[in-house]
């Protein structure tokens, strides 16, 4: 089972894998939560080359450096960990690419879709849990988190980050617009809402996807 979580930075998704992780495995399902971009060693360090906040990358570069980091993830652990029965739990996929890359920054989608295809080996999610908060409001939380004014120029914020307001409601957009085209994958949270209530209705959406699964057993 591979259960992706998607959502504008700020949006809590790290949060409510933590705690799903927690159920899962108090009902004794097998987990391995990973992160994109991230999982290996190749892919941590293309990371790092992602988020530099010095750094200056096309939008084309930026493409295909998270479709690299994919690539190593997808074939080195996601594969294997799926072909041995565990549930793999993702903090983002190509969902974000899809988002970032083509809404964010204006690539086009076909490309994008022909790019996606070849780094995930055609996989895709079973249910993919969009944590929906505004842009101003996400913003406002990774402001508050990192303890800085709201300042897009700021040294403490990620190369990401830096991407301005704007940028953000591109994705937001993007998101919204994907989740039209996948809505049979796609369930949407108010991320606004308190953590406990979304990871409640979190294993709702997992129980009654997967009514078969030991993850309803009790």
């Known amino acids: 089972m591979l259960i992706t979580f998607e959502g504008i930075d700020g949006a809590g998704k790290s949060t409510q894998i933590t705690k799903l992780i927690g159920w899962l495995e108090r009902k004794g399902v097998e987990t391995i939560s990973l992160r994109e971009p991230g999982g290996t060693d190749a892919a941590e360090k293309i990371r790092r080359i992602l988020l530099d906040s010095g750094g200056k990358i096309t939008p084309v570069g930026e493409l295909l450096l998270f479709s690299a980091s994919r690539a190593e993830l997808v074939q080195q652990v996601i594969i294997p960990a799926l072909e041995s029965g565990k549930t793999v739990i993702l903090d983002r996929f190509y969902d974000s690419t899809t988002a970032y890359q083509g809404y964010g920054r204006g690539l086009d989608l076909d490309m994008l879709r022909s790019i996606i295809t070849i780094s995930t080996c055609g996989i895709v999610p079973d249910v993919t849990v ?3 908060l505004d842009p101003e409001t996400a913003l406002r939380r990774k402001f508050s ?50 953590a406990d209530i979304i990871h409640n209705k979190v294993k709702e959406i997992i129980m009654h996807r997967f009514p078969f699964s030991p993850v309803i057993e009790q």
């Open 145 to 194: 988190e990192k303890s800085i004014p709201i300042a897009f120029d700021s040294d403490e914020l990620d190369r990401m980050e830096r991407s301005g307001l704007e940028f953000y409601r591109k994705v937001h957009q993007g998101y919204l617009e994907t989740i039209k085209q996948n809505e049979s994958r796609f369930v949407t949270i108010d991320a606004k809402e308190p």
């Open 130 to 132: 969009f944590l929906d």
